[in-house]
């Protein structure tokens, strides 16, 4: 008689093996899962990948603010994670999303990437359309 | 009699107001240019960001070797630059790349993001087919 054995043979992520640096963070790419559009980098401390993972809507460590920064909380444009990835040395991530409101960046555009820099040293701005008016969205206090 | 100006509208990339870091190095992204697939990501100081914009081939710094990284000096999977952009912050770096050999990743993966978090926290290989064998690119010595 043979013994059925129910085989567990995917390995669970573990977030005590990511590798933080110094300061406790790891850099985090958002992607535009429909487009392919690279949107922003931040960057994420334990926490704030805790509550990505928990709520599968981007959290990063606002690095300027010093403080947990939940993306669209005050501009409602908030990052909804379709799917995270984390890179072959456990020290970055990678996450497709559905930007609400279309732009990732604080001025307006889709992208934060949105200058080329060409061949010549020339900077061109290749952002299009700017999405919102950030003096609307980020009122002054 | 009206002057005739040659207006010089366009600004000109000036890499000495670019945003490192307390250890000189900035964030960069390599995305592959025809999928835009996010391939990477790694460190350039401003050699390595120097060397880029200039030989259009991708440089980075290794911090673990601690030294100036040719990517595919090794393995002659070198990083064309098609097209390079620095964000809103003036602190990051994106390349459209065409990723010679295919994998940019050193595992043999065409991305080093090939390990997915899926929902209920097991760990999913998304990285298909291995392009390289490892062993036989990066000859032990």
Same mark, same amino acid.
């Given at each position: 008689?043979?013994?059925?054995?129910?085989?567990?043979?995917?390995?669970?992520?573990?977030?005590?093996?990511?590798? !933080?640096?110094?300061?406790?963070?790891?850099?985090?790419?958002?992607?535009?899962?429909?487009?392919?559009?690279?949107?922003?980098?931040?960057?994420?401390?334990?926490?704030?990948?805790?509550?990505?993972?928990?709520?599968?809507?981007?959290?990063?460590?606002?690095?300027?603010?010093?403080? !947990?920064?939940?993306?669209?909380?005050?501009?409602?444009?908030?990052?909804?994670?379709?799917?995270?990835?984390?890179?072959?040395?456990?020290?970055?991530? !990678?996450?497709?999303?559905?930007?609400?409101?279309?732009?990732?960046?604080?001025?307006?555009?889709?992208?934060? @990437? @949105?200058?080329?820099?060409?061949?010549?040293?020339?900077?061109?701005?290749?952002?299009?359309?700017? !999405? @919102?008016?950030?003096?609307?969205?980020?009122?002054?206090?």
């Amino acid at each position: 008689m043979r013994l059925l054995v129910k085989r567990i043979s995917m390995e669970k992520f573990d977030i005590n093996k990511v590798k !933080l640096d110094e300061k406790g963070l790891m850099a985090a790419i958002a992607q535009d899962e429909k487009t392919g559009d690279v949107l922003m980098i931040a960057w994420m401390n334990r926490e704030a990948l805790e509550k990505t993972l928990a709520t599968r809507k981007a959290h990063y460590w606002s690095r300027s603010r010093q403080k !947990l920064w939940f993306k669209g909380e005050e501009s409602g444009n908030v990052q909804e994670v379709k799917n995270i990835y984390i890179d072959c040395d456990n020290d970055a991530i !990678l996450m497709k999303v559905n930007q609400i409101g279309g732009a990732a960046c604080h001025t307006g555009y889709k992208s934060c @990437f @949105f200058t080329e820099i060409q061949k010549d040293g020339a900077l061109k701005n290749v952002g299009g359309e700017k !999405l @919102f008016d950030p003096e609307k969205v980020y009122k002054k206090k």
